[in-house]
């Protein structure tokens, strides 16, 4: 997403307000796909600083997970805000398109001509706000280790009970079993 900045990069003070709209394609996340049926909207204010541009923006969206307990898709609501800093130029040869900025510590992006891109921040940061280990519901009861079946639509039916012990490790589960009076 490309954002015409002609009209602020001349004069220090000055800013806009402009309203976003974003479609991302489905990006790999954590090993499964995030799909992103809807855009994210949302609105970004860019001021002028004098030495650089500041993006202070905001956007709401979804993304379409795969629960980490059951493997069923279901719907995450996405809210990000963010903060980014455009200095015009472009960076040394070999040099990364952001890099830190030495007097400030934060990160800076570099930017040419009257337009900034923001659809690497942009992207950046909806996928950090994406959930690590994705969960449909906190209570959700995953799949049976067993047979495979989900254990959110009710038991399983093939017989595994949680009281069953690997017979290898029996001797460990008398372990946790308090002494009687008598030994």
């Known amino acids: 997403m490309r954002i015409d900045v002609s009209d602020i990069k001349e004069e220090t003070g000055l800013h806009k307000r402009i309203d976003l709209s974003v479609s991302l394609?489905?990006?790999e996340f954590g090993g499964q796909e995030a799909r992103f049926?809807?855009?994210?909207?949302?609105?970004?204010?860019?001021?002028?600083?004098?030495?650089?541009?500041?993006v202070q923006a905001a956007l709401t969206g979804e993304a379409e997970l795969?629960?980490?307990?059951?493997l069923g898709r279901?719907?995450?609501p996405v809210e990000v805000s963010f903060d980014e800093e455009f200095v015009e130029g472009e960076p040394g040869e070999g040099e990364p398109a952001v890099q830190e900025d030495?007097?400030?510590?934060?990160?800076?992006?570099?930017?040419?001509?009257?337009?900034?891109?923001?659809?690497?921040?942009?992207r950046d940061n909806i996928l950090l706000a994406l959930p690590m280990k994705p969960?449909?519901?906190?209570?959700?009861?995953?799949?049976?280790?067993?047979?495979g079946a989900?254990?959110?639509?009710?038991?399983?039916?093939?017989?595994?009970?949680?009281?069953?012990?690997?017979?290898?490790?029996?001797?460990?589960?008398?372990?946790?079993?308090k002494p009687d009076s008598q030994s």
């Open 74 to 76: 279901y719907r995450e």
């Open 102 to 122: 030495e007097d400030s510590g934060r990160t800076v992006s570099f930017y040419t001509g009257d337009e900034i891109d923001l659809t690497d921040p942009l």
């Open 150 to 177: 989900d254990l959110n639509e009710g038991p399983c039916g093939c017989g595994r009970s949680d009281e069953r012990v690997d017979p290898r490790l029996a001797v460990l589960k008398d372990l946790l079993r």
């Open 135 to 147: 969960l449909c519901s906190e209570d959700c009861r995953g799949l049976c280790p067993n047979c």
């Open 25 to 27: 394609q489905p990006i």
């Open 66 to 70: 795969s629960c980490g307990r059951c």
């Open 37 to 54: 049926d809807r855009p994210f909207t949302g609105t970004a204010e860019i001021w002028n600083l004098g030495d650089r541009l500041l």
